[in-house]
Protein backbone atom coordinates (compact mmCIF):
# COMPACT_ATOMS: atom_id res chain seq x y z
CA UNK A 1 0.00 0.00 0.00
CA UNK A 2 1.34 3.28 -0.96
CA UNK A 3 0.37 6.89 0.40
CA UNK A 4 0.39 8.04 -2.89
CA UNK A 5 0.35 6.98 -6.69
CA UNK A 6 1.97 9.20 -9.28
CA UNK A 7 1.22 8.79 -13.19
CA UNK A 8 3.49 10.42 -15.07
CA UNK A 9 7.08 11.43 -15.05
CA UNK A 10 7.04 14.60 -16.73
CA UNK A 11 8.27 17.71 -15.52
CA UNK A 12 4.57 18.07 -13.65
CA UNK A 13 4.46 14.42 -12.22
CA UNK A 14 8.25 14.63 -11.20
CA UNK A 15 7.60 18.27 -9.85
CA UNK A 16 4.99 16.77 -7.75
CA UNK A 17 7.12 14.07 -6.72
CA UNK A 18 9.64 16.37 -5.87
CA UNK A 19 7.34 18.37 -3.04
CA UNK A 20 5.92 15.26 -1.70
CA UNK A 21 9.24 14.54 -1.15
CA UNK A 22 9.46 16.76 1.83
CA UNK A 23 6.38 14.74 3.63
CA UNK A 24 7.16 11.24 5.38
CA UNK A 25 5.16 9.41 2.96
CA UNK A 26 5.39 6.15 0.57
CA UNK A 27 5.33 7.75 -2.92
CA UNK A 28 5.40 5.55 -6.11
CA UNK A 29 5.55 7.42 -9.46
CA UNK A 30 4.77 5.51 -12.78
CA UNK A 31 5.17 6.09 -16.44
CA UNK A 32 4.34 3.55 -19.29
CA UNK A 33 8.14 5.13 -20.78
CA UNK A 34 11.76 3.52 -19.84
CA UNK A 35 12.60 6.84 -18.57
CA UNK A 36 11.38 9.97 -17.24
CA UNK A 37 10.62 13.13 -19.64
CA UNK A 38 9.77 11.12 -22.48
CA UNK A 39 6.89 12.63 -23.22
CA UNK A 40 5.85 16.77 -24.28
CA UNK A 41 8.82 17.43 -21.58
CA UNK A 42 11.56 16.39 -23.65
CA UNK A 43 10.27 17.86 -27.26
CA UNK A 44 9.33 21.71 -26.51
CA UNK A 45 10.65 25.16 -26.50
CA UNK A 46 12.09 25.00 -23.23
CA UNK A 47 10.52 28.94 -22.56
CA UNK A 48 9.84 30.15 -19.12
CA UNK A 49 6.90 32.33 -20.23
CA UNK A 50 7.06 35.74 -18.37
CA UNK A 51 2.70 35.27 -18.60
CA UNK A 52 1.57 38.28 -21.23
CA UNK A 53 -0.44 36.03 -23.20
CA UNK A 54 -2.56 33.98 -20.42
CA UNK A 55 -6.24 34.83 -20.06
CA UNK A 56 -6.22 37.01 -16.81
CA UNK A 57 -8.20 34.98 -13.89
CA UNK A 58 -7.63 31.44 -15.43
CA UNK A 59 -5.13 28.87 -13.65
CA UNK A 60 -3.10 29.25 -16.66
CA UNK A 61 -2.47 32.80 -15.35
CA UNK A 62 -2.11 32.53 -11.99
CA UNK A 63 -0.01 29.03 -12.70
CA UNK A 64 2.56 30.74 -15.41
CA UNK A 65 3.39 33.88 -13.08
CA UNK A 66 4.01 32.12 -9.70
CA UNK A 67 5.84 29.14 -11.35
CA UNK A 68 7.93 32.20 -13.50
CA UNK A 69 8.93 33.61 -10.28
CA UNK A 70 10.28 30.21 -9.16
CA UNK A 71 12.12 28.92 -11.79
CA UNK A 72 15.87 31.03 -11.10
CA UNK A 73 15.71 29.91 -7.47
CA UNK A 74 14.76 25.90 -8.36
CA UNK A 75 17.08 26.16 -11.31
CA UNK A 76 19.97 27.34 -8.69
CA UNK A 77 18.97 24.54 -6.38
CA UNK A 78 19.10 21.97 -8.52
CA UNK A 79 22.13 23.06 -11.21
CA UNK A 80 19.88 23.13 -14.12
CA UNK A 81 20.99 25.93 -17.22
CA UNK A 82 18.23 28.90 -16.83
CA UNK A 83 18.38 32.28 -18.23
CA UNK A 84 16.69 35.25 -18.66
CA UNK A 85 16.89 36.92 -22.31
CA UNK A 86 13.87 38.79 -22.74
CA UNK A 87 11.89 37.85 -26.10
CA UNK A 88 9.75 39.90 -28.49
CA UNK A 89 6.20 39.50 -29.98
CA UNK A 90 6.09 40.54 -33.59
CA UNK A 91 3.64 41.97 -35.45
CA UNK A 92 3.76 42.60 -39.35
CA UNK A 93 0.87 44.94 -39.75
CA UNK A 94 -0.44 48.18 -38.55
CA UNK A 95 -3.48 46.46 -37.36
CA UNK A 96 -1.22 44.26 -35.07
CA UNK A 97 0.05 47.25 -32.83
CA UNK A 98 -4.24 46.68 -31.01
CA UNK A 99 -3.53 42.98 -30.60
CA UNK A 100 0.18 43.97 -29.18
CA UNK A 101 -1.81 46.64 -26.62
CA UNK A 102 -4.50 44.26 -25.65
CA UNK A 103 -1.45 41.52 -24.74
CA UNK A 104 0.14 44.83 -22.54
CA UNK A 105 -2.93 45.41 -20.98
CA UNK A 106 -3.14 41.71 -19.94
CA UNK A 107 0.65 41.46 -18.69
CA UNK A 108 0.02 44.66 -16.73
CA UNK A 109 -3.04 42.68 -15.23
CA UNK A 110 -1.34 39.52 -14.36
CA UNK A 111 1.21 41.69 -13.29
CA UNK A 112 3.97 41.21 -15.67
CA UNK A 113 6.65 43.83 -14.63
CA UNK A 114 8.76 45.56 -17.70
CA UNK A 115 6.55 44.74 -20.75
CA UNK A 116 5.89 47.84 -23.65
CA UNK A 117 5.07 47.90 -26.75
CA UNK A 118 8.10 49.24 -29.38
CA UNK A 119 8.68 50.51 -32.83
CA UNK A 120 10.55 49.09 -35.85
CA UNK A 121 13.68 51.68 -34.74
CA UNK A 122 13.74 50.40 -31.44
CA UNK A 123 13.12 46.60 -32.36
CA UNK A 124 16.21 46.51 -35.07
CA UNK A 125 18.31 48.04 -32.48
CA UNK A 126 17.74 45.08 -30.25
CA UNK A 127 17.99 42.53 -32.95
CA UNK A 128 19.13 43.66 -36.16
CA UNK A 129 18.55 40.53 -38.39
CA UNK A 130 14.69 40.65 -37.72
CA UNK A 131 12.56 41.08 -41.00
CA UNK A 132 13.13 45.31 -41.05
CA UNK A 133 9.46 45.15 -42.30
CA UNK A 134 8.00 44.72 -38.72
CA UNK A 135 6.11 47.73 -37.49
CA UNK A 136 5.44 46.85 -33.94
CA UNK A 137 6.77 44.78 -31.25
CA UNK A 138 5.86 44.03 -27.62
CA UNK A 139 8.96 43.75 -25.19
CA UNK A 140 8.56 41.13 -22.91
CA UNK A 141 12.00 41.48 -20.87
CA UNK A 142 11.26 38.87 -18.03
CA UNK A 143 11.09 36.01 -20.49
CA UNK A 144 13.59 33.10 -19.92
CA UNK A 145 15.17 29.97 -21.01
CA UNK A 146 15.28 26.51 -19.41
CA UNK A 147 16.54 23.24 -19.99
CA UNK A 148 13.12 21.22 -19.66
CA UNK A 149 14.92 17.72 -20.06
CA UNK A 150 17.65 18.55 -17.75
CA UNK A 151 15.14 20.47 -15.22
CA UNK A 152 12.70 17.11 -15.36
CA UNK A 153 15.35 14.89 -14.43
CA UNK A 154 16.55 16.79 -11.60
CA UNK A 155 13.62 16.97 -10.28
CA UNK A 156 13.19 12.97 -10.31
CA UNK A 157 16.56 12.77 -8.34
CA UNK A 158 15.57 15.05 -5.85
CA UNK A 159 12.48 13.13 -5.41
CA UNK A 160 14.01 10.06 -5.24
CA UNK A 161 16.87 10.97 -2.61
CA UNK A 162 13.87 11.36 -0.46
CA UNK A 163 12.64 8.09 -0.61
CA UNK A 164 10.22 8.50 -3.87
CA UNK A 165 10.42 5.42 -5.52
CA UNK A 166 10.02 5.52 -9.36
CA UNK A 167 8.70 2.51 -11.72
CA UNK A 168 8.94 2.98 -15.19
CA UNK A 169 8.07 0.62 -18.57
CA UNK A 170 4.68 0.36 -16.46
CA UNK A 171 1.65 1.53 -18.39
CA UNK A 172 -1.49 2.57 -16.62
CA UNK A 173 -4.89 1.19 -17.73
CA UNK A 174 -7.36 1.55 -15.39
CA UNK A 175 -8.56 3.35 -11.97
CA UNK A 176 -10.58 1.61 -9.25
CA UNK A 177 -11.65 2.82 -6.33
CA UNK A 178 -12.63 0.81 -3.31
CA UNK A 179 -13.89 1.36 0.08
CA UNK A 180 -10.83 3.22 1.31
CA UNK A 181 -8.35 2.94 -1.37
CA UNK A 182 -7.52 3.12 -5.15
CA UNK A 183 -6.62 0.24 -6.95
CA UNK A 184 -3.78 1.28 -10.19
CA UNK A 185 -4.20 -1.18 -12.91
CA UNK A 186 -1.43 -1.38 -15.29
CA UNK A 187 0.51 -3.91 -17.37
CA UNK A 188 2.64 -5.00 -14.39
CA UNK A 189 -0.10 -6.11 -12.05
CA UNK A 190 -2.24 -3.81 -9.81
CA UNK A 191 -1.15 -1.35 -6.77
CA UNK A 192 -3.05 0.47 -3.90
CA UNK A 193 -2.49 3.73 -2.35
CA UNK A 194 -4.99 6.01 -0.29
CA UNK A 195 -4.70 8.86 -2.94
CA UNK A 196 -3.37 8.97 -6.91
CA UNK A 197 -2.20 11.64 -8.71
CA UNK A 198 -2.98 11.76 -12.44
CA UNK A 199 -0.41 13.50 -14.57
CA UNK A 200 -0.46 11.21 -17.64
CA UNK A 201 0.01 14.30 -20.35
CA UNK A 202 -2.44 13.28 -23.77
CA UNK A 203 -3.16 10.32 -21.79
CA UNK A 204 -4.79 12.06 -18.49
CA UNK A 205 -8.04 12.47 -20.30
CA UNK A 206 -8.70 8.49 -20.76
CA UNK A 207 -7.77 7.94 -17.21
CA UNK A 208 -10.01 11.18 -15.82
CA UNK A 209 -12.80 9.70 -17.57
CA UNK A 210 -13.11 6.28 -16.25
CA UNK A 211 -13.51 7.98 -12.74
CA UNK A 212 -15.60 11.09 -13.13
CA UNK A 213 -18.65 12.11 -14.43
CA UNK A 214 -17.01 15.44 -15.16
CA UNK A 215 -16.11 14.31 -18.53
CA UNK A 216 -13.03 16.06 -20.40
CA UNK A 217 -11.47 15.96 -23.60
CA UNK A 218 -7.95 15.88 -24.57
CA UNK A 219 -6.82 16.51 -28.30
CA UNK A 220 -2.98 15.88 -28.87
CA UNK A 221 -1.35 18.86 -30.23
CA UNK A 222 2.11 18.17 -32.24
CA UNK A 223 4.53 20.65 -33.11
CA UNK A 224 7.63 20.12 -35.43
CA UNK A 225 10.97 21.91 -34.47
CA UNK A 226 14.13 22.18 -36.06
CA UNK A 227 17.40 22.24 -33.89
CA UNK A 228 20.33 24.28 -35.94
CA UNK A 229 23.97 23.33 -34.45
CA UNK A 230 25.63 26.32 -31.98
CA UNK A 231 29.30 26.23 -34.05
CA UNK A 232 28.03 29.56 -35.31
CA UNK A 233 27.13 33.05 -33.21
CA UNK A 234 23.66 33.18 -32.24
CA UNK A 235 21.47 35.23 -34.99
CA UNK A 236 19.54 36.41 -31.68
CA UNK A 237 19.99 36.64 -27.96
CA UNK A 238 16.66 36.68 -27.08
CA UNK A 239 13.05 34.90 -28.04
CA UNK A 240 11.22 36.02 -31.13
CA UNK A 241 7.14 34.94 -31.21
CA UNK A 242 4.52 36.65 -33.51
CA UNK A 243 1.86 37.41 -32.53
CA UNK A 244 -0.25 34.18 -31.02
CA UNK A 245 -3.82 32.77 -32.33
CA UNK A 246 -6.75 30.03 -30.76
CA UNK A 247 -3.59 27.35 -31.45
CA UNK A 248 -1.04 29.09 -29.40
CA UNK A 249 1.77 31.18 -29.31
CA UNK A 250 2.90 30.83 -32.80
CA UNK A 251 6.20 29.89 -34.37
CA UNK A 252 9.44 31.26 -32.96
CA UNK A 253 13.05 32.08 -33.26
CA UNK A 254 14.78 31.12 -30.10
CA UNK A 255 18.22 30.54 -28.65
CA UNK A 256 17.98 27.80 -25.96
CA UNK A 257 20.29 27.26 -22.57
CA UNK A 258 22.81 25.79 -24.45
CA UNK A 259 23.72 28.03 -27.69
CA UNK A 260 21.39 26.28 -30.45
CA UNK A 261 19.24 28.01 -32.27
CA UNK A 262 14.98 26.79 -32.34
CA UNK A 263 12.65 27.26 -34.96
CA UNK A 264 9.09 26.05 -34.57
CA UNK A 265 6.61 24.44 -33.44
CA UNK A 266 3.53 23.75 -35.95
CA UNK A 267 0.35 23.46 -34.42
CA UNK A 268 -1.33 20.30 -35.87
CA UNK A 269 -4.30 18.75 -33.74
CA UNK A 270 -3.81 14.57 -34.39
CA UNK A 271 -5.64 11.68 -33.47
CA UNK A 272 -2.50 10.03 -32.15
CA UNK A 273 -0.92 11.48 -29.01
CA UNK A 274 2.18 8.77 -29.62
CA UNK A 275 2.71 10.64 -33.02
CA UNK A 276 6.00 12.27 -33.21
CA UNK A 277 6.78 12.16 -36.59
CA UNK A 278 7.62 15.05 -38.29
CA UNK A 279 6.57 16.10 -41.88
CA UNK A 280 7.29 17.34 -44.87
CA UNK A 281 4.56 19.43 -45.25
CA UNK A 282 5.28 20.89 -41.12
CA UNK A 283 8.82 21.58 -41.95
CA UNK A 284 8.36 23.57 -44.81
CA UNK A 285 5.71 25.27 -43.36
CA UNK A 286 7.34 26.16 -39.86
CA UNK A 287 10.01 27.98 -41.75
CA UNK A 288 8.07 29.62 -44.17
CA UNK A 289 6.76 31.42 -40.76
CA UNK A 290 10.07 31.56 -39.54
CA UNK A 291 10.91 33.47 -42.51
CA UNK A 292 8.51 36.27 -41.81
CA UNK A 293 10.48 36.83 -38.57
CA UNK A 294 14.07 36.14 -39.56
CA UNK A 295 14.52 36.49 -43.46
CA UNK A 296 17.36 35.01 -43.87
CA UNK A 297 16.96 31.80 -41.92
CA UNK A 298 18.90 28.83 -43.31
CA UNK A 299 18.58 25.21 -42.98
CA UNK A 300 21.99 24.78 -43.75
CA UNK A 301 22.85 24.51 -39.82
CA UNK A 302 20.26 22.20 -38.56
CA UNK A 303 21.49 18.96 -36.96
CA UNK A 304 18.12 17.50 -36.52
CA UNK A 305 14.40 17.92 -36.61
CA UNK A 306 11.89 17.06 -33.93
CA UNK A 307 8.14 17.25 -32.63
CA UNK A 308 6.78 17.20 -29.61
CA UNK A 309 3.28 16.69 -28.02
CA UNK A 310 1.46 18.51 -26.00
CA UNK A 311 -2.16 18.00 -24.48
CA UNK A 312 -4.87 20.66 -25.64
CA UNK A 313 -8.22 20.51 -23.08
CA UNK A 314 -10.84 21.66 -24.84
CA UNK A 315 -11.78 23.95 -21.90
CA UNK A 316 -8.46 25.78 -22.92
CA UNK A 317 -7.32 26.27 -19.05
CA UNK A 318 -5.42 23.85 -16.80
CA UNK A 319 -7.44 21.40 -14.50
CA UNK A 320 -5.52 21.18 -11.32
CA UNK A 321 -6.43 19.63 -8.01
CA UNK A 322 -9.06 16.97 -6.84
CA UNK A 323 -10.80 15.27 -9.35
CA UNK A 324 -14.54 16.51 -9.67
CA UNK A 325 -17.38 14.12 -9.23
CA UNK A 326 -15.32 11.28 -8.39
CA UNK A 327 -14.50 9.21 -5.09
CA UNK A 328 -12.17 11.32 -2.85
CA UNK A 329 -8.71 10.58 -2.90
CA UNK A 330 -8.07 11.39 -6.81
CA UNK A 331 -6.09 14.25 -7.77
CA UNK A 332 -4.90 15.17 -11.06
CA UNK A 333 -3.38 18.08 -13.32
CA UNK A 334 -4.80 17.90 -17.02
CA UNK A 335 -4.42 19.85 -20.19
CA UNK A 336 -0.73 20.87 -19.25
CA UNK A 337 0.01 22.41 -22.35
CA UNK A 338 1.80 25.54 -22.61
CA UNK A 339 2.95 27.46 -20.12
CA UNK A 340 3.13 24.10 -18.69
CA UNK A 341 6.80 23.70 -18.28
CA UNK A 342 6.89 27.66 -16.59
CA UNK A 343 3.35 26.73 -14.28
CA UNK A 344 5.13 23.10 -13.46
CA UNK A 345 7.20 24.33 -10.24
CA UNK A 346 4.16 26.03 -9.17
CA UNK A 347 2.14 22.96 -9.99
CA UNK A 348 4.12 20.91 -7.82
CA UNK A 349 4.17 22.86 -4.63
CA UNK A 350 0.54 23.47 -4.89
CA UNK A 351 -0.50 19.99 -5.62
CA UNK A 352 2.19 18.65 -3.75
CA UNK A 353 0.90 20.23 -0.78
CA UNK A 354 -2.68 20.16 -1.12
CA UNK A 355 -2.35 15.87 -1.53
CA UNK A 356 -0.08 15.91 1.78
CA UNK A 357 -2.96 17.63 3.76
CA UNK A 358 -5.43 15.33 2.67
CA UNK A 359 -3.18 12.80 3.78
CA UNK A 360 -2.33 14.27 6.87
CA UNK A 361 0.89 13.69 5.88
CA UNK A 362 3.71 15.18 8.35
CA UNK A 363 6.87 16.63 7.34
CA UNK A 364 9.70 14.98 6.42
CA UNK A 365 12.23 14.68 9.19
CA UNK A 366 15.20 13.38 6.96
CA UNK A 367 14.66 15.39 4.29
CA UNK A 368 17.51 16.30 1.59
CA UNK A 369 17.50 19.49 -0.24
CA UNK A 370 18.43 19.14 -3.59
CA UNK A 371 21.89 18.13 -4.83
CA UNK A 372 22.92 20.24 -7.46
CA UNK A 373 24.19 19.11 -10.87
CA UNK A 374 27.95 19.78 -11.44
CA UNK A 375 29.21 21.77 -13.94
CA UNK A 376 29.26 20.11 -17.29
CA UNK A 377 33.29 19.96 -18.21
CA UNK A 378 32.66 21.80 -21.52
CA UNK A 379 31.72 24.73 -19.29
CA UNK A 380 34.53 24.13 -16.93
CA UNK A 381 38.14 26.24 -16.84
CA UNK A 382 41.62 24.87 -17.46
CA UNK A 383 42.23 25.08 -14.29
CA UNK A 384 38.58 23.58 -13.13
CA UNK A 385 39.26 20.47 -15.79
CA UNK A 386 42.28 19.63 -14.12
CA UNK A 387 41.21 20.00 -10.87
CA UNK A 388 38.37 17.44 -11.86
CA UNK A 389 40.69 14.79 -14.00
CA UNK A 390 42.51 14.78 -10.74
CA UNK A 391 39.60 13.80 -8.91
CA UNK A 392 38.39 11.26 -11.34
CA UNK A 393 40.94 10.19 -14.56
CA UNK A 394 37.19 9.35 -16.43
CA UNK A 395 37.35 13.38 -17.03
CA UNK A 396 40.35 12.49 -19.08
CA UNK A 397 38.31 10.69 -22.05
CA UNK A 398 36.21 12.76 -24.02
CA UNK A 399 33.20 10.82 -25.29
CA UNK A 400 31.64 13.21 -27.38
CA UNK A 401 33.45 15.45 -29.07
CA UNK A 402 30.65 17.63 -30.75
CA UNK A 403 29.08 18.78 -26.71
CA UNK A 404 32.87 17.78 -24.63
CA UNK A 405 31.51 15.20 -22.95
CA UNK A 406 33.70 13.08 -20.68
CA UNK A 407 33.73 9.35 -19.85
CA UNK A 408 32.71 10.64 -15.75
CA UNK A 409 29.82 12.57 -16.83
CA UNK A 410 28.64 9.78 -18.95
CA UNK A 411 28.56 7.38 -15.93
CA UNK A 412 27.94 9.36 -13.47
CA UNK A 413 24.17 9.73 -16.03
CA UNK A 414 24.18 5.96 -15.29
CA UNK A 415 24.44 6.34 -11.32
CA UNK A 416 22.35 9.49 -10.47
CA UNK A 417 19.07 8.65 -8.36
CA UNK A 418 16.45 8.02 -11.43
CA UNK A 419 19.53 7.16 -13.56
CA UNK A 420 19.92 6.89 -17.54
CA UNK A 421 19.84 3.35 -18.73
CA UNK A 422 19.53 3.74 -22.50
CA UNK A 423 20.87 5.83 -24.87
CA UNK A 424 18.45 8.81 -25.17
CA UNK A 425 18.69 9.05 -21.44
CA UNK A 426 22.30 9.54 -21.03
CA UNK A 427 21.84 12.26 -24.12
CA UNK A 428 18.95 14.01 -22.10
CA UNK A 429 21.18 14.65 -18.93
CA UNK A 430 25.04 15.04 -20.16
CA UNK A 431 24.43 15.95 -23.92
CA UNK A 432 26.19 13.28 -25.30
CA UNK A 433 25.21 12.71 -28.80
CA UNK A 434 23.27 16.08 -28.38
CA UNK A 435 25.52 17.52 -30.74
CA UNK A 436 26.23 18.07 -34.69
CA UNK A 437 27.28 14.51 -35.42
CA UNK A 438 23.71 13.30 -33.28
CA UNK A 439 26.13 10.62 -31.87
CA UNK A 440 27.90 9.24 -34.82
CA UNK A 441 30.84 9.19 -33.37
CA UNK A 442 30.08 8.46 -29.71
CA UNK A 443 27.29 6.10 -29.35
CA UNK A 444 28.96 2.67 -29.50
CA UNK A 445 31.57 3.95 -26.70
CA UNK A 446 27.68 5.44 -24.91
CA UNK A 447 26.43 1.83 -25.48
CA UNK A 448 29.40 0.61 -23.93
CA UNK A 449 29.35 2.19 -20.82
CA UNK A 450 25.81 1.29 -20.21
CA UNK A 451 26.41 -2.18 -20.47
CA UNK A 452 29.05 -1.88 -18.30
CA UNK A 453 27.17 0.16 -15.48
CA UNK A 454 23.78 -1.67 -15.85
CA UNK A 455 24.93 -5.58 -16.24
CA UNK A 456 23.15 -5.99 -19.34
CA UNK A 457 24.67 -7.47 -22.42
CA UNK A 458 25.72 -4.75 -25.71
CA UNK A 459 22.85 -6.23 -27.56
CA UNK A 460 20.40 -5.48 -25.23
CA UNK A 461 21.18 -1.50 -24.77
CA UNK A 462 18.44 0.51 -25.74
CA UNK A 463 18.28 3.62 -27.71
CA UNK A 464 14.74 4.42 -25.79
CA UNK A 465 13.62 1.67 -24.00
CA UNK A 466 12.49 -1.94 -24.96
CA UNK A 467 11.99 -2.28 -28.88
CA UNK A 468 14.50 0.09 -29.65
CA UNK A 469 17.24 -1.67 -29.36
CA UNK A 470 20.54 -0.43 -31.68
CA UNK A 471 21.86 -4.23 -32.47
CA UNK A 472 20.18 -7.06 -33.51
CA UNK A 473 22.67 -9.49 -33.41
CA UNK A 474 26.48 -9.97 -33.91
CA UNK A 475 28.28 -10.74 -37.27
CA UNK A 476 29.90 -14.02 -36.70
CA UNK A 477 26.42 -15.33 -36.37
CA UNK A 478 25.05 -14.20 -39.82
CA UNK A 479 24.94 -16.82 -41.85
CA UNK A 480 24.22 -17.17 -45.63
CA UNK A 481 21.00 -18.30 -46.84
Request: proline content about 6%; aromatic content about 6%.
Amino acid sequence: MQDVIIIGAGVVGCAVAQRLGTYAGKVLVLDAQGDVSCGASKANSGIVHAGYDAVPGTDKARLNIKGARMMPGLCRQLGVPFGKPGALVLAFEEAGKAQLEALLKQAEVNGVPGCRVIGRKEILKMAPLVNPEVHYALYVPESGLVSPYELTCALADAAAENGVRFQLNTKVRALRHQTDRWLVETDQGEFACRAVINCAGVGAGELHNQISGRQVSITPRRGQYYLLDHTLPLAFQMTLFQLPTRMGKGVLVSPTTHGNMLYGPTAEDIPDGLDTATTQEGLYGAMAKVRLSFPTASTATVITTFSGIRAHEKGGDFIIGAVEDAPEGAFEAIGIESPGLTAAPAIGEELGDWVAYYLKLEKNPRYIPPTPLPKPFSAMTDAERRIAWQTDPDYGRVICRCETVTEAEVRRAIRRPVGARDIDGVKRRVRAGMGRCQGGFCMARVMEIIAEETGVSFQEVSKNGPGSAVLSGQLGDVRDE
